[in-house]
């Protein structure tokens, strides 16, 4: 039987009359990626936060390793925040003798791609370089579960692999873990993908399920930048990726309408959508969204 490592059941969180996270129930099993997604302002972090004990909550229960996240229990995490909590005017090396001696852990070794700088600053290091100084922190007492708010946001392709590989040999040793990410290729390396908009929990499921029957429409135009700004003044949820025209669950007769009022020529193919349109027609459903 899956030992469920994370819980959350019917959760919200209010900052005055700020709903940042509205009834949210989810959970997190041994083994298990996570991936949390949503737009910035979703309640991603917010959750986290409430999962770790460091926020309350203004309604429901949290679960961490079968009970509250107490003090005791939070030992058996491992975080990696967005600012990446690490002291920029300590060194590397200064970082994780900290980090361990807090925990009662053995000073992890220090990767060999990080050796150069392990008398560096970490305010000093290359973003990819402490993004992976963070990961080797909050591993050094061997965390049951890890929260990930976008580990490798800002980083390169090298650098994102690396610290994909790190949370994948993780998840294979039993670690349950929850991650937020913006992108969408890191989305597909996930084993279930929860989706929140506006404070909400909107989907949840493999990447299919949440795309379910969704469909996009692509535009074929030599003038995509007129073309972009046609669709998006009409209020079409269109997305552009590189030069391609995309629009995410789109009415071909109407876009169709839209182009030949502005005197465009175009052609218009049904494609599968994205994760990422997916998400998009999603937070458009909502009437609380932000457009």
Known sequence: MTTTLLRASSVSRRFG????????????????????????????????????????????????????????RRRRLGYVPQNLGLYRDLTLDENLTFVAGAYGAAKPSVPAELRPYTEVLVGDLPLGAARRVAFVAALCHAPEVLLLDEPTSGVDALSRTRLWDTIRDRSEAGVGVLVTTHYMQEAEQCDRLLLMSNGALVAEGSE???????????????????????????????????????????????LERILATQGIAARLEPVPATIEERMLVLARADPDAAA
């Open 17 to 72: 009359d700020v709903v940042a996270v509205d009834d949210v129930s989810m959970h997190v099993q041994a083994g298990e990626v996570v991936g949390l997604l949503g737009a910035n302002g979703a309640g991603k972090t917010t959750l986290i936060r409430m999962l770790l004990g460091l926020l309350g909550t203004s309604a429901g229960t949290v679960e961490v390793l079968g009970g509250p996240p107490d003090r005791t």
């Open 208 to 254: 299919r399920d949440i795309i379910a029957d969704t469909t996009a429409i692509a535009v074929h135009t030599d003038d995509w930048a007129r073309t972009f700004a046609a669709l998006n003044a009409a209020g079409a949820p269109v997305v552009l990726d590189g030069r391609a025209v995309r629009v995410a669950d789109g009415d071909p007769g109407r």
